[in-house]
């Protein structure tokens, strides 16, 4: 397998890397700036430059035709930014009262979901710029949001290790999402990094700093495989394959792994990073880590 090298961040780490729908850019969300590498390419600078943004971008996405990118971060806000633009500019800005952690685009494209350091969850309706507010747990970060691709589960993680699961339903036309809560899920022991589901939606994996990352069945959410490597390093982040039988992490320990999810069992591991791995991102044969 070919592999190209980008040198994604000189001021601080990568909090995150987002492949284009179109799969010819990836986008690395790091301190006061949003870089875009050509895929394709094996030249080791960005192509686009989003520079100027202030403190750290913490995440980052796509509108699913690639029209536009939103992007959420330390500066208290989730901003949208029109991707046809030639000028590179900020279109709509969210703002909320705490750093921003975590931004999540629900399946329907026209509703934004926002999380943050105070512990709230905000759902911005693009539609019509209203805002609703959650609060699933008193003094705990929300560390990260996911939204099953079939647009019917949503799951928040936070600081104490605790994920939230609510049930969703609405969301058609300009009718806004409705929020059912379904599940606490105690799922680690310590901090909580990241939540993903699997593109069949059958699948939930959560990261952590306990060094693990855990699985669970979206039927009833139960724990069905713990990934944990004698290495014993934070897993920052995971991303699932195309056919949700496989998911990469991304360690402390400079290592990104490849899983089988049916047995728990390491498949491949990618080496090369002399730092800890941050941030990874996977769509279909394209693979990127930092």
Known sequence: MASTHWNL??????????????KQLVAAAGYQ??????????????????DGVAKNVT??????????????????????WDLRSRDLQCQRIFQVSAPVNCVCLHPNQAELIVGDQSGVIHLWDLRSDHNEQLIPEAEASIQDIAIDPEGTHMAAVNN???CYIWALSGGVGK??????????????KRYALRCQFSPDSSLLVTTS???????WETTDFTETQILKHEAKRWVWD???????????????DGVARL??????????????????????????????SS
């Open 209 to 215: 700093a306990d060094q693990t990352a855990r699985v």
């Open 259 to 288: 899983w089988n999810v049916a047995t728990g069992v390491v498949e491949r591991e990618y080496q090369g990073h002399q730092k800890a791995i941050t941030a990874l991102a996977f769509r279909d044969e394209v693979r990127v």
């Open 175 to 188: 009718e806004p999402t409705k929020l059912s809560p379904r599940k606490k899920l105690e799922t680690h």
């Open 33 to 50: 700036h949003i870089r875009m590498y050509d895929l394709g390419s094996s030249n080791p600078n960005p192509v686009i430059n989003y």
């Open 9 to 22: 961040s000189t001021d601080g780490s990568t909090h995150g890397l987002y492949i284009t729908p179109d």
């Open 238 to 252: 995971a991303a699932f394959s195309a056919d949700s039988q496989y998911i990469f992490t991304a360690s402390s």
């Open 160 to 162: 104490k290790g605790s």
């Open 59 to 80: 995440g980052l996405g796509f509108q699913e035709d690639g029209k536009w990118m939103y992007t959420g971060g330390e500066d208290c806000s989730a901003r949208i």
